[in-house]
């Protein structure tokens, strides 16, 4: 009996917590780019580049707000430089949509030419950042860094695993919750987010009800920006912040808006959690959870792990070309690729 | 002077025209139908009166004013309302969301035009929540009328509205048509439907290849021997 919660315990906490906060940041990453497929149309490419470049600034803020003394005791102090961040996004965004996406939308391009346009203004985010901040590491979470210790847990039950919990889960989750029912009430319970609702839908005939194409850009932008900002933050709160890594991002948040079926904010955000789900469970070593589990002379003599965890990146890989060939729509159903 | 009219209208999608000098009248609440042969131009010359075609020769006039450089969206504003004959309805929004976006340039309170709607169409009050692709064809004809008509046009008009829909539900959208003229809506409709769209006409507009053949009110046209016999079927 004791085992199999010793097994419970060591699961949560190294599966289902770190799960349930990856799943939510991915999630947040998807939404961004669920939008811009639905909306604009296009695979935003330079997705996981704006989470840098918004996650940069909010260091840089945070930094500074840290130099002045300012911090929030047990939150870290990056959430006061997070608006900055935001805006810092949303004035890139909207001028990129102006100087490059204008453009082709003028010349009728087709989609893919967005997409090789969106991977331009990732080559360009790529160097700003790395310009402005460099490549290597940075951290910048401050503030209190668990809520549980795996420890206190252990002596509070008595039992041999214990889950930790950090502060940058924890507010991963609230943020993400709160983040999402924001979301949803703006697009089902405003004019203007119905309008976006509309224009997704039928474009043609979302401008014949007059319907303005410039309103519903804009603020398709600014809501990339707040979920690519807020995204990238509580990544690099949970993580680390290191350009190269928010590249490699790209990978898993396409393959939870491709699974939860593009075009589908619902769908990004389930898409979200099948894919931190099994990213982290197919990588994780089962030895010691079957050790728990199963009789003495049964107890398995490797790691009882599916993949290196290097190969995290490849389940998410796997999955994409999985849903890609057998459901393209996705789960939610969502426009085919 | 009529209400609506367009006049000497030349023009097409490209290179070529497609019309030739056509001209289309119709009075205030007045019901005018479109027919001919199929390829005659009909549909092109509506999407020419709603600004979607470029006319190179010609104008459009409404209520006095000419309104030929203005965009179809400031034609809306204008008070003029297009159903197209497909993908004239947002599928994943409900029948209520629907309604409401047809009524998006108002700031008014909607709420009488949305009951005036659903006491034309009965059945979109019941279905009000439902999403509006999972209707019937016929349903969602009525969604798309019921959307065209929130933003109380003068002019409302209709591209082939009965297109793929049974002959009952057909009898009662046109009931509904004449219900919508009897309010003082201009009525511009194109039909393949020619028997029927003739028979509740004001006035029908014969078009073959691009120019008016015959112009005269529905009746007439109906009892006319040539008209009939060369597509009405004798």
Known sequence: MEDLLNAFLLMSNFVFVPAIAY??????????????????????????????????????????????????GPL???????????????????????????????????????????VGIMFVLNGIVRFIIGPDDQRFADGERFIIKAKTMKQYLGTAEGVSIKVSQGLTVVTAVIVVVALFWFLNKTRTGKSMRAFSDNEDLALLSGISPDKVVSVTWILVAILATIAGTLYGLDKSFKPFTYFMLLLPIFASAIVGGLGNPLGAIAGGFVIAFSEIMITYPYKKFVAYIVPGDWKPEGLVQLLATDYKFAVSFIILVLVLLFKPTGIFAGKSV | MSYLIGENMTG?????????????????????????????????????????????????????????????????????????????????????????????????????????VFDLFPILKDKRSQNAGELSGGQRQQVAVGRALMTQP?????????????????????????????TGITILMVEQNARQALNIADKGYVMVQGRNKFTDTGEVLLNNPEVRKSFLGG
């Not at chain 1, 935001?86 to 391009?109: C, M, N, P, Q």
């Not at chain 2, 809306?76 to 009524?103: C, D, I, R, Y």
């Open chain 1, 76 to 118: 870290p102090t990056a959430l006061v430089a997070l608006p900055f961040g935001i805006l810092a996004t949303a004035i890139f965004l909207l001028g990129s949509d102006k100087f490059v996406y204008k453009f082709y939308r003028e010349k009728k391009a087709v989609p893919v030419t967005y997409l090789i346009a969106s």
């Open chain 2, 12 to 116: 097409g999608y490209g290179a070529a025209d497609i019309l030739h000098g056509c001209n289309i009248v119709a009075e205030r609440g007045e019901i005018a139908v479109i027919v001919g042969p199929n390829g005659a131009g009909k549909s092109t010359a509506m999407k020419a009166i709603f600004g979607m075609l470029n006319i190179h020769t010609g104008s459009i006039i409404l209520d006095g004013e000419d309104i030929t450089s203005l965009s179809p969206q400031a034609r809306v504003a204008k008070g003029m309302a297009f159903v197209p004959q497909t993908a004239n309805v947002f599928p994943s929004m409900s029948v209520e969301e629907n309604l409401e976006m047809g009524a998006f340039l108002r700031r008014d309170d909607i709420s009488k035009t949305m009951d005036e």
């Open chain 2, 154 to 182: 003068k002019v409302l008009m209709l591209d082939e509205p009965t297109a793929g829909v049974s002959p009952i539900v057909m009898d009662e959208l046109f009931d509904n048509i004449i219900e919508v003229a009897k």
């Open chain 1, 23 to 72: 799943g939510s940041q991915l999630a947040l990453g998807a939404v961004g780019v669920t939008l811009v497929y639905g909306i604009l149309r296009f695979s935003n490419f330079a997705h996981g580049d704006i989470m840098a470049f918004g996650t940069m600034v909010v260091i840089l803020f945070t930094w500074l707000f840290q130099s002045y003394g300012i911090n929030l």
